[in-house]
Protein backbone atom coordinates (compact mmCIF):
# COMPACT_ATOMS: atom_id res chain seq x y z
CA UNK A 1 0.00 0.00 0.00
CA UNK A 2 1.60 3.32 -0.95
CA UNK A 3 0.94 5.82 1.04
CA UNK A 4 -0.08 9.55 -0.32
CA UNK A 5 1.83 12.62 0.97
CA UNK A 6 -0.03 15.23 2.16
CA UNK A 7 0.19 19.03 3.11
CA UNK A 8 -1.36 20.24 6.54
CA UNK A 9 -2.01 24.20 5.33
CA UNK A 10 -3.85 26.72 7.58
CA UNK A 11 -8.00 27.47 6.42
CA UNK A 12 -10.03 29.74 8.16
CA UNK A 13 -13.77 28.78 8.31
CA UNK A 14 -16.29 30.64 9.81
CA UNK A 15 -19.68 31.40 10.02
CA UNK A 16 -21.78 33.04 7.07
CA UNK A 17 -23.01 36.44 8.31
CA UNK A 18 -26.16 36.84 6.82
CA UNK A 19 -27.31 33.32 6.31
CA UNK A 20 -26.83 30.07 7.54
CA UNK A 21 -23.55 28.29 6.75
CA UNK A 22 -20.06 28.41 6.64
CA UNK A 23 -16.67 30.13 4.53
CA UNK A 24 -13.61 28.30 4.77
CA UNK A 25 -11.05 30.80 2.89
CA UNK A 26 -7.67 29.03 1.69
CA UNK A 27 -5.43 32.12 1.32
CA UNK A 28 -1.93 31.47 -1.12
CA UNK A 29 -0.55 29.80 -3.33
CA UNK A 30 -4.51 28.74 -4.30
CA UNK A 31 -6.70 31.96 -2.97
CA UNK A 32 -10.02 30.32 -2.85
CA UNK A 33 -13.53 30.40 -0.43
CA UNK A 34 -15.55 28.35 -0.47
CA UNK A 35 -19.32 27.91 1.37
CA UNK A 36 -21.16 25.17 2.62
CA UNK A 37 -23.80 24.27 5.71
CA UNK A 38 -20.92 22.67 8.31
CA UNK A 39 -17.29 23.86 8.79
CA UNK A 40 -16.53 19.93 7.92
CA UNK A 41 -18.67 20.25 4.68
CA UNK A 42 -16.70 23.65 3.90
CA UNK A 43 -13.35 21.70 4.21
CA UNK A 44 -14.41 18.40 1.74
CA UNK A 45 -15.33 21.68 -0.45
CA UNK A 46 -11.87 23.45 -0.01
CA UNK A 47 -9.85 20.39 -0.52
CA UNK A 48 -12.03 19.22 -3.78
CA UNK A 49 -11.04 22.74 -5.24
CA UNK A 50 -7.65 22.51 -4.85
CA UNK A 51 -8.03 19.17 -5.91
CA UNK A 52 -9.55 20.07 -9.20
CA UNK A 53 -7.43 22.60 -9.98
CA UNK A 54 -4.14 20.38 -9.66
CA UNK A 55 -5.82 17.85 -11.52
CA UNK A 56 -6.24 20.93 -14.19
CA UNK A 57 -2.71 20.89 -14.34
CA UNK A 58 -1.41 23.36 -11.16
CA UNK A 59 1.27 22.52 -9.28
CA UNK A 60 2.82 24.12 -6.11
CA UNK A 61 6.53 24.24 -6.72
CA UNK A 62 9.25 24.78 -3.97
CA UNK A 63 11.60 28.44 -5.35
CA UNK A 64 15.12 28.47 -4.17
CA UNK A 65 16.65 32.06 -3.59
CA UNK A 66 19.90 32.83 -3.09
CA UNK A 67 20.52 34.76 0.21
CA UNK A 68 23.76 37.31 0.58
CA UNK A 69 25.75 36.44 3.08
CA UNK A 70 25.46 38.59 6.29
CA UNK A 71 28.30 40.63 5.88
CA UNK A 72 30.61 41.40 8.92
CA UNK A 73 29.12 44.92 9.31
CA UNK A 74 25.51 43.57 9.13
CA UNK A 75 24.61 43.73 12.80
CA UNK A 76 22.80 46.34 14.44
CA UNK A 77 25.99 47.13 17.15
CA UNK A 78 29.22 48.32 16.39
CA UNK A 79 32.09 45.88 16.54
CA UNK A 80 33.60 48.18 19.50
CA UNK A 81 35.54 47.79 23.01
CA UNK A 82 32.31 50.47 24.48
CA UNK A 83 30.02 48.01 22.76
CA UNK A 84 31.80 44.73 23.88
CA UNK A 85 31.90 46.46 27.63
CA UNK A 86 28.01 47.16 27.48
CA UNK A 87 27.34 43.20 26.44
CA UNK A 88 29.61 42.35 29.28
CA UNK A 89 27.83 44.25 31.48
CA UNK A 90 24.40 43.13 30.45
CA UNK A 91 25.42 39.37 30.70
CA UNK A 92 26.51 40.14 33.79
CA UNK A 93 23.85 41.47 35.29
CA UNK A 94 21.46 38.85 34.02
CA UNK A 95 23.83 36.43 36.08
CA UNK A 96 22.56 38.39 38.88
CA UNK A 97 19.10 38.64 37.99
CA UNK A 98 19.08 35.07 37.35
CA UNK A 99 21.02 33.98 40.64
CA UNK A 100 18.30 36.49 42.86
CA UNK A 101 15.37 34.55 40.59
CA UNK A 102 16.95 31.09 42.12
CA UNK A 103 17.37 32.49 45.40
CA UNK A 104 14.04 33.64 44.93
CA UNK A 105 11.82 31.10 44.15
CA UNK A 106 13.58 28.09 44.61
CA UNK A 107 15.30 29.25 47.92
CA UNK A 108 18.56 28.32 46.84
CA UNK A 109 21.87 30.11 48.44
CA UNK A 110 24.97 31.09 46.39
CA UNK A 111 26.58 28.76 48.52
CA UNK A 112 24.59 25.90 47.20
CA UNK A 113 25.02 27.04 43.39
CA UNK A 114 28.91 26.98 44.01
CA UNK A 115 28.09 23.27 45.56
CA UNK A 116 26.13 22.12 42.57
Not at 56 to 64: K, N, S, W
Request: charged residues 30%.
Amino acid sequence: MSEEATLQVPVFVEPLGNRPGYVAHLRLPFDLSVEASTPEEALEELARAVRNRLQAGGRVMPLALPLKPASPAAGWLPDDEPTKEWQEAVEAYRRECDEADRRRILGESPEEKAAS
